[in-house]
């Protein structure tokens, strides 16, 4: 309060001129501090090296048992799992799981889900799950550990993992042979990739309770304990060259360290080269300690944990505070001996069955290491108390722009001598500002973010295009395109005073910088990638004088930052490098349809998975735009007019 109070912090003090003079300069300073900041946390004196905070995992006391004859079972499931592809090209072989679980020991059940997409009337899918449960033979049904994994069709467009089966189930029958489990354990094989582990999930937790008018996921015949931690497993072959560890989750949500860490160790323990974002040997640097390779791995993971979309089954445990990964067997594609083929699958079964073993140890949930954090390397690491600062420095200039204009506003009849003629009051702006004229026009953005964000979801509106023919992505891209176009000609049809725009300017200001500092709280890379786009234009927004270069690059940056524009500035950039022998024309009409497709796909997770990235850009950050438009082309006469008053 005593800041707040400070006399010299008004347009009449010396400290108070400077820093309205400046604040272009300090939101600059701020903004290059803010990535400067990031840069550094890639270097090894910035960051942590990985260990086990939990002592009950114990990965190195653990001593494998599993021995060749699971890896000839796995070999024999193998060659039977493929000759059972052959009759179930576009379905999945579930009397053969379901028998082979069975013959294993395991309590065999079977799990229908039924989806209807939301945006054809009438069409529906279904698809079933098979999952055996080994009880704990040494406590009651209370706790659990989950083995998942997916099963994809012939002629499913994924990678095939057919392999994926075949050790899940030789890893089960060398588990039922064994008394010392004190969890239950889960083998789950799941059909139509994460919609059957949702649904699963959803029906483990709710039972059908909550079933909503799109997913029926139903009733599970079976239930174990309380699942503490699950794993993934997506194996092309059972030769295997290296294995990508995959840990991002819905809405960006992380495993806990110690889960990664884990994974880690016991698999170097077993001979497998593996890591997050792990990558053929040939396409590896030899200095894979450099800042540059360090900075590419942090960025990397921004980049996947923005768009708010699993890279696996795995993703789907965490909102379930589930700890879960994904262990991706790449298999290899370099001759090798004969003899020792099979032998990394031996050393993958070791390290499924050291994982197992380690969580068979907790005593509680995962809870001692770090949920928040960025990987600089496969044993480095920065946590959250390293990285947010980056957040809050890209976010300050908006905060203290907003009280600096705050002070000019409020301090705008002070500010002049009381011998001023009656010409000079005129010029400037009025102690009445027009709050209710400013609310009124921040409340019609807010609505168009709001039909952004609702018209998709409207059965009426869905009925309507279905009737006229249109498809799906041209329906959402019409009604996007509708709201966009308004937005755009809003301030054509509501001109706000000069006083209204800086009131205006700093609402948005504020509006912003509360936006992007919430949005990295739940989701720091989606905070921080928005706040590094969207920060430059709060310094081209200048309370001062600008010449006509400026003004019109400020007019066209806000343009750029549209939602629907950047999401096909990015699809354009993301198509120049996967087809570059397209001619350019070709290139921009695919590039409309691959948007649209983009944009329909984020819909539709935001309406089964929950995912809130869509939700988050139409209803907060669209309206933002909005406003950032109205400031943009209004700036000119305002400036002039607040340089008057300044000066």
């Known amino acids: 309060m005593g800041l707040l109070s400070d006399p010299s912090l008004t347009p009449r003090g010396k400290f108070g001129r400077t820093l309205a003079k400046h604040s272009g300069k300090i939101s600059l300073f701020f903004y290059i501090a803010g990535l400067a900041w990031f840069v550094c946390l890639s270097h090894p004196e910035f960051s942590h090296g990985t260990y086990l905070s939990e002592n009950a995992l114990s990965p190195g006391l653990v001593d494998p048992e ?51 997409y939301p945006f054809s009337a009438g069409k529906e899918y279904h698809g079933k799950n098979v999952y055996g449960i080994l009880r704990a033979p040494r406590i009651s049904s ?142 590896r640097r030899s200095n894979r300690d450099s800042l540059e390779d360090n900075l590419r791995h942090m960025v990397e993971m921004l980049k996947s944990q923005a768009t708010g979309v699993p890279n696996g089954n795995h993703g789907l445990f965490h909102r379930y505070r589930i700890e879960s990964l994904t262990l991706e067997a790449v298999k290899r594609t370099t001759n090798t001996n004969n003899s020792n083929r099979y032998g990394t699958a031996l050393s993958l079964l070791k390290t499924v069955e050291g994982i197992s073993r380690s969580l068979n140890n907790l005593l509680e949930r995962f809870h001692q290491s770090y949920f928040f954090y960025i990987l600089v390397q496969n044993d480095r690491f920065v946590s959250i108390g390293d990285y947010m600062p980056c957040l809050i420095a890209l976010a300050s200039p908006m905060f203290i722009k907003a009280f600096l204009l705050w002070l000019t506003t409020t301090s705008a009849d002070d500010a002049a001598p009381e011998e001023e003629d009656t010409a000079t009051h005129e010029e400037r702006l009025p102690m009445h500002l027009p709050y209710i004229s400013v609310l009124l026009y921040m409340v019609a953005a807010l609505l168009l973010g709001f039909f952004c964000n609702t018209l998709p979801y409207s059965q009426h509106v869905r009925d309507y295009f279905n009737s006229m023919g249109v498809s799906t992505q041209w329906s ?44 990295g709280l739940l989701n720091f890379a989606l905070g921080f990638i928005l706040a590094v786009i969207i920060s430059p234009v709060t310094i081209l927004l200048q309370s001062e004088h600008v010449n006509g270069l400026r003004q019109k690059l400020t007019c066209i940056y806000t343009f750029l930052l549209n939602p629907m524009v950047v999401i096909y500035l990015l699809v354009l950039w993301l198509t120049l490098f996967e087809f570059p022998e397209l001619a350019l024309k070709d290139m921009a009409v695919r590039a409309i349809s691959a948007s649209l497709d983009a944009i329909t796909y984020g819909l539709m997770d935001s309406i089964i998975y929950g995912n809130w990235l869509y939700t988050a850009i139409a209803a907060i950050y669209f309206p933002l735009w909005i406003l950032y438009w109205t400031l943009a082309l209004g700036r000119k006469s305002y400036a002039v007019t607040v340089d008057k008053k300044l000066n």
């Open 142 to 283: 209370t706790e659990g550990v989950v083995y998942t994994a997916p099963y994809r069709a012939v002629n499913s467009v994924h990678t095939d993992i057919t392999a994926s089966v075949p050790m899940l189930l030789a890893f089960a029958d060398f588990a039922r042979k064994k008394n010392y489990w004190a969890k239950d354990l889960v083998f789950l094989v799941t059909e139509q990739e994460q919609l059957g582990m949702h649904a699963w999930l959803e029906a483990y937790h709710e039972g059908g309770i909550k079933d909503s008018p799109i997913l029926r996921c139903g009733n599970l015949p079976a239930r174990a304990g309380a699942l503490q931690a699950a794993l993934n497993l997506e194996i092309q072959d059972l030769d295997i060259d290296y294995i990508d560890v995959k840990i991002e989750g819905l809405n960006g949500q992380l495993p806990n360290l110690d889960m990664f860490n884990l994974v880690q160790r016991l698999t170097s323990r077993s001979g497998l080269s593996s890591g997050y974002k792990h990558t053929p040997r040939k396409k």
């Open 476 to 519: 959402v891209g019409l009604i996007l395109a509708a709201q966009v176009l308004l937005g755009i000609l809003l301030p054509l049809f509501y001109t706000l005073p000069e006083a209204g725009l800086e009131l205006l300017h700093i609402g948005v200001l504020i509006f912003t910088g509360v936006a992007l500092i919430v949005t």
């Open 66 to 116: 599993i021995g060749q004859d699971s890896v000839r079972l796995a070999q024999t499931l193998y060659e039977e799992l493929q000759r059972e592809r052959t009759d179930h090209k576009s379905t999945t072989p579930h009397a053969w799981i379901a028998a082979k679980m069975h013959q294993i020991g395991l309590e065999t059940h079977v799990h229908n889900f039924t989806l209807r």
